[in-house]
């Protein structure tokens, strides 16, 4: 139907060569090609896939839609993400994960796969209809209450259990709340000095031991959203080492971008678009999280993209929401972050950004090889630019990003969906 | 009166930062003030005159609202009281929104206690991005309690008490700080402040009342009431243990915070002579401190209250008299 051919690319950051498409999908070779794009000295990276992205709709439309945060997450390198359920009304039912699955596939630039809630409305009480919702239209196949911990262990066993049986992942937001009761910073010397309720990291770290026993003996997969301690790092390793092995359980973990940059003492000057959950941790947290994301104990990257009206965020902290934009700066951190301090190459950036994420959620059609016959879900990127973030001009409706003014490195100049061009020149190219 | 306004100082949010000059001159003035006074018939300058002060409070208090209003009276500034419960604040308007209409209504300073920490700094950095035409484009925001950050009129005042005391100079005083540290607005402010004034402050509290990261700041901390009492501290502070903490899981029970961390007859008579009480209050007698302490001549709870009005009046001074007041 349509071919195209990339000169002159480097895939995975490697030695130039060329490209070729043919009707959505890699091939050796394309004569006569309808499109040729010159892409001297752009990296060619498989298609990025992100966990935990918040497109509000329905519900939040003030703040975010299916439409703006899937030119976002175009915008951002994306290929594919998943939609965390935390909607109104809550992604807890077939015909909601159906109606956010259908809009994804009629704005059409990024494969939108909604999360199901593991609890009814997010409520911690009984399970949501899971095998419903994965035997639906939108073939839900990961679950979190994302926002809220699934907090009662025999809930979470539960869970546990019953996902196993359809195949899925459960997704935790791993924080005991009665650890956190009014918490609004990391709790350390930032947080006592600011008079700030403290986030203890144990109450991460807690669940995240707890969920991996849990998981162990069902059997069952678990994945860790938004890990943010060094002591969940070893908790993670402990696991994997000690706990997992023998069983059929798998334990898999993501970090932020912003976890990887940003720090606690960036609350200093009171403004909620730092105030994310959970939240920033001191510098030895971060470097620690990149060791990890380096050496493979955490598994890949997961924007947590949260879009908040000005409302939600142009006020006192404590009365602020948590959660920051992420998708379109997601690749830029991890530059900064990852590969200009040594710590991955580009190879590695495609997997903690798309092959292992791509795993993770079970897609077979995603996070796949730049070679002939696979899905043409590419991402060509800049690696010698420099960009100064706006919030203003991102693709979302809200403009709650914590790099307002930032210069950071590199930037996405071409999405391709199954060979079809979603953005071309860091502009989306909308279909609907 | 000293003639030098010019003290640095375009807000009054926290006591930390504040640089160790600036709280002297604060201080000083304080005491200028008081002088000023003494003896008057008619307690009014005219230094504020045309100025004015408004109170912003979404909490109840008493003490400090009027110790504001009172300052500002007694300077000629004209004073508005906006609280939380008689005005749009009610019905919804978010605080930028209200700090936006007192800056535009023409207020030359907003003190405002909230119990959000850190509210008065996003007034602050509100109204500092925009222009305001009748005050060459600055309106002071005065931090009269947020949250559970700082209260820098209470430790100004507390400062002003310890040196009408022990002198003016609190260089190697040993001041401690007994209580809920934990929720303390007052002790933060007071930690920082005395520390800057060259104080050695000790903090006395169980570790439940104590927050984490406590070790970072210009203090040291002990759960020993007794033990501390023994080394013969010149100051001793007690802070307010508020109803709702003592069902929330912090202690024990109120008797045995009292019989722990309470400053009864016994502990206040192991004190030096020369040592001071203080009480931020309102003080629940019997449990953190004693009645017969609160009374007695070592406790200087209502020279704190006076203290409080020299100091805010002070603190509207430096922040409000430019040049083109006389």
Not at chain 2, 45 to 52: A, D, E, I, M, S
Not at chain 2, 100 to 128: E, F, N, Q
Not at chain 2, 216 to 243: C, E, F, N, S, Y
Request: glycine fraction near 8%.
């Amino acid at each position: 139907m349509s071919t195209t051919h990339v000169r002159n690319v480097r895939p995975y950051g490697e030695d130039p060569t060329d490209l070729y498409v043919r009707d959505g999908v890699l091939v050796d070779h394309v004569d006569d090609p309808d499109q040729v794009v010159d892409a001297d000295g752009l990296i060619a990276l498989p298609g990025l896939v992100d966990l935990h992205t918040h497109l509000r709709e329905p519900g939040g439309e003030e703040a975010e839609t299916v439409a703006t945060g899937s030119a976002a997450a175009a915008l951002g390198g994306y290929t594919a993400v998943f939609a965390m359920p935390n909607t109104n009304p809550t992604q807890d039912s077939p015909v909601v994960v159906e109606h956010v699955w259908r809009r994804g596939r009629e704005v059409g630039l990024v494969d939108v796969h909604p999360v199901g809630a593991v609890t009814v409305g997010l409520g911690g009480e009984r399970l949501a209809e899971m095998g419903m919702m994965a035997a639906s239209a939108a073939g839900v196949r990961m679950f979190s209450d994302d926002g809220r911990c699934v907090n009662d262990p025999l809930l979470m066993r539960r869970a546990l259990e019953y996902a196993r049986s359809l195949d899925a992942v459960v997704a935790q937001h791993a924080e005991d709340h009665r650890l956190t009761v009014g918490a609004q910073a990391h709790e350390g010397p930032v947080a006592a000095r600011l008079g700030l309720t403290g986030w203890p990291a144990t109450a991460e770290e807690s669940i995240v031991a707890r969920d991996a026993m849990l998981a162990a003996a069902a059997g069952a997969r678990l994945h860790v959203c938004h890990l943010s301690t060094a002591g969940s790092v070893e908790v993670l390793r402990w696991a994997r080492e000690t706990l997992l092995p023998g069983t059929t359980a798998t334990v898999s973990a993501e970090v932020t971008p912003h976890h990887l940059l940003l720090t606690d003492t960036a609350a200093e000057d009171y403004d909620p678009v730092h105030k994310v959950n959970p939240p920033l941790r001191p510098e030895a947290d971060t470097r620690a999280l990149r060791r990890a994301l380096a050496d493979g104990v955490i598994d890949c990257v997961a924007t947590d993209h949260a879009p908040h009206a000005v409302e939600a965020k142009d006020c006192e902290w404590s009365q602020a929401r948590p959660g920051m934009l992420g998708l379109q700066t997601a690749l830029s951190v991890v530059t900064a972050t990852m590969v200009t301090t040594g710590l991955l190459d580009w190879r590695g950036v495609a997997r903690v950004c798309s092959e292992v994420p791509a795993a993770i959620a079970g897609l077979s059609d995603q996070g796949r090889p730049l070679t002939a016959g696979e899905p043409a879900n590419l991402v060509l990127v800049d690696p010698d630019a420099r960009w100064t973030v706006r919030g203003a001009d991102l693709a979302s409706i809200a403009d709650n990003t914590p790099y307002e003014g930032m210069e950071l490195p590199a930037s996405v100049v071409h999405t391709m969906l199954r060979g079809r061009w979603t953005v071309q020149d860091g502009k989306v190219m909308t279909h609907e | 009166m000293t003639d030098a306004t010019g003290i640095g100082l375009r807000h009054l949010l926290s006591t930390e930062g504040l640089r160790r000059e600036q709280a002297e001159a604060l201080l000083d003035t304080a005491a200028s003030m008081e002088q000023a006074l003494t003896g008057r018939a008619v307690r009014k300058l005219p230094t504020l005159r045309g100025r004015t002060v408004v109170t912003l409070f979404y909490e109840n208090s008493t003490r400090t609202r009027v110790s504001f209003e009172v300052a500002g009276k007694w300077m000629s500034a004209d004073t508005i009281n906006v609280s939380a419960s008689g005005s749009s604040v009610g019905k919804g308007e978010s605080l930028r929104d209200t700090a936006a209409t007192l800056a535009a209504a023409g207020a030359d300073a907003i003190v405002v206690r909230h119990p959000a920490s850190g509210a008065p700094h996003r007034i602050a950095g509100w109204l500092d991005r925009v222009g305001h035409s009748h005050t060459d484009g600055h309106v002071a925001v005065i931090n009269a309690g947020d949250g559970t950050h700082e209260h820098p009129t209470q430790a100004l005042l507390d400062a002003a008490t310890l040196r009408r005391r022990l002198g003016a100079d609190l260089v190697g005083r040993r001041v401690a700080i007994v209580g809920d540290v934990l929720h303390s607005r007052v002790a933060r402010s007071n930690a920082h402040l005395l520390a800057t004034l060259g104080a050695e402050v000790t903090l006395v509290a169980p570790p439940t009342l104590l927050p984490a990261g406590v070790d970072a700041w210009p203090v040291t901390v002990t759960h020993d009431l007794d033990g501390h009492l023994a080394t013969g501290p010149d100051a001793v502070m007690m802070l307010r243990v508020q109803a709702e903490r003592m069902h929330g899981g912090f202690f024990p029970s109120a008797r045995e915070y009292a019989v722990r961390f309470g400053l009864s007859q016994r502990r206040a008579d192991t004190l030096p002579d020369h040592a001071v009480v203080l009480h931020p209050g309102p003080a629940v007698r019997g449990m953190e401190i004693a009645s017969s302490v609160a009374d007695s001549d070592r406790a200087a709870i209502a020279e704190q209250v006076t203290a409080g009005v020299h100091v805010r009046m002070a603190v509207l001074y430096h922040l409000l008299a430019g040049e083109d007041v006389a």
